[in-house]
């Protein structure tokens, strides 16, 4: 049995087809939006905007990747074995969609298909720019948020008001343009959004990404109709249905992807967060490992043995795909500081990975690479703050003062959650012994890497795979 995952994150989309029988990864491919796309302008993942705060990238840059990756999927593997799809997206990212989304859903399955996913989904979308997880400009509705509930927002929802979770974006999006929310019929997440698209149809919201919205009800794994009511006019009626567990759906692949050699009428699984998925990818749903993902974002997660709350209010509370909870930290400054980081210094990856860390000793200059605005914990986009003369310093302690500041940051923000004695290390970023190296020190616990970099598209494979059981 082979099935497929697709992981639409916040640089590119992947897609892996995961040999179930054998445990291992059959054929995978990706589509980098600001190097194959650039047409949408979305270099990092996001457009340009004045101010700084805001992050939003095109959806359509979503969809035209679809396509491409599918392409190359066609050219790779051969499609028609593939029996079922999952997948994930970036967190927290928001689509609008109008009265047309429906028809354009449908068209997938019309005899004569459209030619491209962007064009069969031209004017759909109530809102042109969908707010990403970067995105840091809802303060004043979290305070709003909070106000109201107090409390009770993390108790019911798994985390206090957060500037990027989807409840604020929707809330910021409603009071400042009236005429496109109620021109808006529904909201999907990055990840139901291409679910839906894959199926022709609208799919459910996962408990895993839903629970990044300040919006869900954990305990009853429903939405909360009160902070609904609170968040936007009619906001309960715009949202999708929330997914049963275990991938239960009577979703199926839309005749229009037979263009890629896929068969049409193959089930889709309701797709899930990317770091829900990793969650899956990693083998870390069952309680005891934490996993440290090095991307965009850097993420510590971690299955949860029984729902508590972070007591400093930085941590989230997801659901976990395979049941249950986990337990997340976010970092905003990961892949993209690092990489700057490295060019700053001007090395290349040998001596940024490995050489500059066998040339420092353990010592305690940090340095924090607040290039975006950071959320955990909150600081302002002030470039590097490091506890010495970073001017002055060599490359090596440059490059080793930073990793140093990240992983103690993560170290001091993830002890709610508790103590492991391993840490499975995934991302792009985990190639690097150095990197891995601090994680064991800080953290006193054994690393351990993956055959498999792409945890989250190999988690939705898996979800895919365990719903065919
Ligand atoms: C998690 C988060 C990011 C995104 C993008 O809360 O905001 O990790 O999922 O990877």
């Not at 980081?341 to 990975?353: H, Q, T, W």
């Amino acid at each position: 049995m082979y099935t497929l995952g697709i992981d639409s994150s916040t640089q590119s989309v992947k897609a892996l087809v995961w040999d179930a029988a054998a445990g291992k990864v059959a054929a995978s491919v990706s589509v980098n939006f600001g190097k194959e796309l650039p047409e949408f302008k979305c270099k990092d993942g996001f457009l340009p905007n004045d101010d700084a705060l805001v992050k939003e990238a095109d959806p359509r840059l979503w969809l035209a990747a679809l396509d491409k990756v599918l392409l190359k999927l066609k050219d790779a593997f051969d499609t028609s074995k593939i029996d079922a799809i999952g997948g994930d997206g970036q967190q927290h990212g928001s689509v609008y969609l109008n009265s047309a989304w429906p028809s354009a859903l449908s068209s997938l399955s019309a005899a004569q298909s459209p030619s491209c996913l962007v064009d069969a989904f031209a004017g759909v979308f109530a809102r042109e720019r969908a707010p990403i997880w970067m995105d840091s400009s809802t303060t004043a509705e979290c305070r709003d948020l909070d106000a109201r509930f107090g409390k009770s927002l993390q108790e019911r929802t798994g985390s206090p008001a957060i500037e990027r979770f989807t409840g604020p974006q929707i809330m910021k999006f409603a009071r400042r343009n009236p005429e496109l929310w109620a021109k808006t019929e529904k909201v999907h997440l990055v990840s139901s959004f291409l679910c839906s698209v894959l199926a022709g149809a609208d799919a459910p919201i996962d408990t895993g990404d839903g629970a990044g919205m300040n919006l869900l009800n954990l305990a009853e794994m429903k939405w909360d109709a009160e902070i609904c009511d609170f968040t936007a006019p009619g906001l309960l009626a715009k949202l999708p249905a929330v997914a049963l567990p275990g991938g239960k759906t009577s979703l199926a692949l839309a005749p229009y992807f037979a263009k890629y050699g896929l068969r049409a009428g193959i089930p889709v699984v309701p797709f899930t967060g990317d770091n829900p998925a990793s969650l899956v990818g990693t083998g870390a749903d069952k309680p005891g490992i934490a996993v440290v993902s090095l991307g965009t974002s850097d993420t510590f997660f971690a299955a949860m043995p029984q729902f508590k709350t972070d007591p400093n209010g930085y941590g989230h509370v997801f659901g976990n795909p395979s049941g249950g909870c986990m337990s997340l930290a976010c970092f905003k400054n990961g892949s993209l500081a690092r990489e700057k980081v490295r060019s700053l210094v001007g090395c290349d990856y040998k001596f940024f990975d490995e050489t500059s860390f066998e040339k420092v000793p353990m010592d305690d200059r940090r340095a924090f690479p607040y290039f975006e605005s950071e959320i955990t914990p909150i600081h302002p986009a002030t470039g590097i703050e490091a506890n010495f003369d970073w001017n002055a310093a060599d490359d090596a302690v440059k490059v080793v003062s930073v990793i140093r500041g990240q992983i103690g940051n993560m170290f001091e923000r993830t002890r709610w959650i508790g103590k492991f004695d391993t840490i499975r290390v995934t991302g792009g970023a985990s190639r690097s012994k150095g990197i891995r190296d601090t994680i064991a020190a800080v953290f006193g616990a054994k690393v351990e890497t993956l055959d498999v970099p792409d945890s989250a598209a190999v988690g939705g494979a898996i979800l895919a795979a365990r719903a065919l059981a």
